[in-house]
């Protein structure tokens, strides 16, 4: 680094002009004052760790910054609530300059102005490696947030638009240099790249599947299978998931052959989508579909049932059924 | 590690019992959901990393988890907030065991024990190098809070109880083995040492010090000179800081022929005191240190006067002057 930590937090506050109304208190105090509305808080925080959530090699700093607040803003869509302020903690490895260290705060900035909440406060340092932490608070109105522990058995499962395209992407970014090459020439190959480096959190859409009646919902970070049995674990019940139901991405629909991989699989397995699954009785889903596709323009489809017992069970359409294992995801794998 | 990094969650969730009542949904879910009461909100964040922060050597994970948030806390204390609820984000070494993590965490627990605080949520990681980030959310009354930008020619200078133990612990930790051992078999030795290893978040004295008409306040977590130095920059004034004021603490003062150091000097610079600095009108000032006195035993000791133009000035008990640099702790440094 080139610049001392105050020069750097002087910075980054130029950078990040533009507060909310309810900021008392914003960055280079002690502490930020935010006005507390009279609903409920909702909070949540997350730490992207450079060699096990991202390479700097395949991600740019400011699709990074933008990640970083939108997978917070996911936590807080899959409760229902507003996100309102975010918190950043950042461990700078020696290797970083200072362009690159204002690229990773644009992108933070243009994610606050995409969801409309203010960056209030935050800490710089240096560190062997790059991370990332922030923490993003939000409200919701008392008694309306949706945990993952609503589930019942006869609840329909449903996920908004469609799986599987950041497991795609991933698997671009990791393939060889000529399948790499392939994929970049396709719009699928872009789109596949594009979701993995700037996904979308689905705030209106949490919001209206909560006014719906969704009982539990939860965010798909860590695959289908892995955050829909976390599901029926805090809920105390199983799932049955209609494989041919599953909304496959297009774009890795189109790009399976290209990267061979099972297009199912990655939508199963892979994380990082940010699509939101949620549980409702089956008549609230076709009422939160019809919503969900007026007012956003999105897809919701059910893709299986709560059912009494635990575990996760694969329909094929054949009829037969097999476990699908919850092999998501897992930080420590 | 040894565990998933759900079977750490959920390891981690049983340890933290006890939870504050405006909890609505606490740890394991996508977010958590705190009751917002009618003030307003103060929040905070802070990274602590290995190597820059503290070294595993020399500090145990009870420790470092109970400092890892009381410095969050002690940044509340300084806006005159109080803390309430928490929010953890680790990135774990693959060298760190079960047990160590566990340690970690009872060390929060700790600490949100001692400052009434419930930890609602988080994120474990895996990593490189060891990382505790961690952001604090507090409650302070509409228009209390106490900015750093507030202090006004004329202004008395004030600190909560002596400057210069942690600083002092440092130095014993890292001095040969001989002087260890030497510091080690005197109280002030291992008074120096606590300081260093378990700070005190001065959350009671910051509340005292807003309702005695404090107008600006900082916690010294990078020094005296640095810390005061931004309280000036902030607010457009300048210091003058009688350096015979300045209380040195008594251990440090014991200590320092034996650890070869000046005793005013590390009370200058020496961060990680996280006692509080505010800038008051002198009579109000003299009410609230009667009243520290009173309430909570803690001396509140004026050691200068702000004045217009910048910068810090330390004038001589023979009256001479020099400028103070404003020398603490820079991370990037």
New interface residues.
């Given amino acids: ?1 080139d ?4 020069e ?1 937090v002087a910075a980054i506050t130029r950078l990040l002009t533009g507060e909310a109304r309810d900021v ?2 914003g960055l ?20 992207l ?1 450079e ?3 991202f390479e700097r090699s395949s991600i740019s700093p400011r699709d990074l910054g933008a990640k970083s607040v939108t997978v917070n803003v ?3 869509a ?2 229902g ?1 507003s996100p309102r ?1 975010a ?5 700078l490895s020696p290797d970083v300059d200072t362009a690159w260290v204002i690229e990773l705060y644009g992108g933070m900035r243009d994610a606050c102005a995409e969801y409309a909440l203010a960056l ?10 790059l ?1 990332v ?1 922030v ?6 109105a ?1 008694g309306r ?1 949706v ?3 609503g589930a019942r058995p006869g609840d329909a499962i449903a996920v908004t638009d469609s799986l599987g395209a950041a497991a795609g992407g991933l698997r671009v970014s990791q393939a060889s240099a000529a399948v790499r090459q392939a994929a970049l020439s396709k719009p699928w190959g872009r789109a596949l790249l594009g979701a993995l480096a700037r996904p979308f959190a689905r705030v209106g859409e949490g919001q209206t599947l909560a006014r719906s009646g969704a009982r539990a ?3 798909l970070s860590d695959g289908l299978a892995k955050d829909l049995a ?1 599901v029926c674990l ?1 809920s105390g019940v199983g799932a049955r998931v209609e494989l041919n139901a599953v909304p496959v991405a297009q774009a890795l629909r189109d790009g399976a052959e290209t990267l061979d991989v099972d297009a199912l699989g990655l939508a199963l397995s892979g994380g990082e989508d940010y699509e939101l699954l949620a549980t409702l009785d089956p008549d609230d889903a076709d009422a939160a579909a019809r919503a969900l596709r007026e007012r956003f323009g999105v897809t919701l489809t059910t893709i299986g049932t709560i059912i009494e017992g635990d575990g996760l069970v694969g329909v094929d359409a054949d009829g037969s059924e097999k476990p699908i294992e919850p092999e998501g995801w ?4």
Avoid: K, W, Y
């Fill in positions: 680094m610049l001392t930590e105050d750097l008392v208190v280079g105090d002690d502490a930020a004052v935010l006005a507390a509305g009279t609903g409920q808080l909702v909070v949540t925080t997350d730490m760790v060699g096990v959530h996911s936590d807080i899959a409760m609530g302020s918190l950043v903690s950042i461990a209030v406060g935050g800490d710089t340092n240096r560190g062997d490696i991370i932490a923490t993003v608070i939000g409200q919701v008392p947030a945990p993952r522990s919902m939860i965010d976390r805090a897992d930080h420590f794998a």
